[in-house]
T-cell receptor
Framework: AQSVTQPDIHITVSEGASLELRCNYS??????LFWYVQSPGQGLQLLLK??????LVQGIKGFEAEFKRSQSSFNLRKPSVHWSDAAEYFC???????????FGAGTQVVVTP | KAGVTQTPRYLIKTRGQQVTLSCSPI?????VSWYQQTPGQGLQFLFE???????NKGNFPGRFSGRQFSNSRSEMNVSTLELGDSALYLC????????????FGAGSRLTVL
């Protein structure tokens, strides 16, 4: 069965500092990989996705993620965090054929001045 | 173009009642998925519909049901509500079935008393 692990439940980062959110997955083949962000009281917004090809993926809001097959990881990064980046971030995996996303537990990001 | 619209946004029910939630996908999108989000269980897949057919179903009891209409709008129903059904119910749409880019609505917040 596929699974997604986000080891960090909560991360505090200073505005302007870099951010890295970890995501590890368990899946029989290379799944489709996603990062979503959720602001309070809102739905999920897609930041970026990986289906195949270049393992470094660029997304919206200055985020990028790197797929590492050998480590079964898909970590999200941002070089310089803005206060508006405070939110909850979810990593998700999916089988290419089935429309079911398996989400990680999420990482809450707090941005301090 | 308009995003995914979910109604109602908030509702309060009592145990034993039933509830129907509605989702209007992005125009042209034919696939609708539903997810339940709770603090304890996180984001869990409920079902996916494509062209009025349920393609995939998550591990939820039969009290949870859904349907999709010819205009791609979808409804989900929860009968005999339990306290544990209190959650944010998120609907997402995509152009085709399978693991594609999902666009989520803002959700329907259900509180069961």
């Amino acid at each position: 069965a596929q699974s997604v692990t986000q080891p960090d439940i909560h991360i505090t980062v200073s505005e302007g500092a870099s951010l890295e959110l970890r995501c590890n997955y368990s899946y029989g083949a290379t799944p489709y990989l996603f990062w979503y962000v959720q602001s309070p009281g809102q739905g999920l917004q897609l930041l970026l996705k990986y289906f195949s090809g270049d393992t470094l993926v660029q997304g919206i809001k200055g985020f990028e993620a790197e797929f590492k097959r050998s480590q079964s990881s898909f970590n999200l990064r941002k070089p310089s965090v803005h206060w508006s980046d405070a939110a909850e971030y979810f990593c998700a995996v999916a089988s290419p054929s089935w429309g079911k996303l398996q989400f990680g537990a999420g990482t809450q990001v707090v941005v301090t001045p | 173009k308009a995003g995914v619209t979910q109604t109602p946004r908030y509702l309060i029910k009592t145990r034993g009642q039933q509830v129907t939630l509605s989702c209007s996908p992005i125009s042209g999108h034919r696939s609708v998925s539903w997810y339940q989000q709770t603090p304890g269980q996180g984001l869990q897949f409920l079902f996916e519909y494509f062209s009025e057919t349920q393609r995939n179903k998550g591990n939820f009891p039969g009290r949870f049901s859904g349907r999709q209409f010819s205009n791609s709008r979808s409804e989900m129903n929860v009968s005999t509500l339990e306290l544990g059904d209190s959650a944010l119910y998120l609907c997402a749409s995509s152009y085709s079935a399978g693991a594609n880019v999902l666009t989520f609505g803002a959700g329907s917040r259900l509180t069961v008393l």
